[in-house]
Nanobody
Framework: QEPLVESGGGSVQHGESLTLSCAAS????????MGWFRQTPGEGREGVAQ???????TITESVQGRFTISRDNANNTLYLQMNSLKPEDTAMYYC?????????????????????WGQGTLVSVSS
């Protein structure tokens, strides 16, 4: 069983909303900083949002006010609520977990800090 499985991607119109989910298993989800990243062809993985075990979040500037990250520790699930979607939000979205011992996320929202990755879910936004 994969440790992280994303779902909820799809094709939407400009201005619509989607909620991504990430089901975690095989590790203590409630003790890990978790994050969402996205990637387009030919580009590196961009940090979108992260949340620590205390619920403190970091949201990248380009999606602030539109995206919300949350977690349900009882059900080992991470969410990304995406509102007012734009064509430039089109990407593969990945869920990720930091390594054991990292319940706090730190200030940097970088892919190199995360060690466990899901397979991704595709979000496509048309104008």
């Amino acid at each position: 069983q994969e440790p992280l499985v994303e779902s909820g991607g799809g094709s939407v119109q400009h201005g619509e909303s989607l909620t991504l989910s990430c089901a975690a298993s095989g590790f203590p989800f409630n003790l890990r900083c978790m994050g969402w990243f996205r990637q387009t062809p030919g580009e590196g993985r961009e940090g979108v949002a992260q949340i620590d075990i205390g619920g403190v979040t970091t949201i990248t500037e380009s999606v602030q006010g539109r995206f919300t990250i949350s977690r349900d520790n009882a059900n080992n699930t991470l969410y990304l609520q995406m509102n007012s979607l734009k064509p430039e939000d089109t990407a593969m979205y990945y869920c990720a977990a930091r390594a054991s011992g990292y319940g706090r996320c730190g200030e940097q929202l970088g892919a190199t800090y995360f060690t466990v990755w899901g397979q991704g879910t595709l979000v496509s936004v048309s104008s």
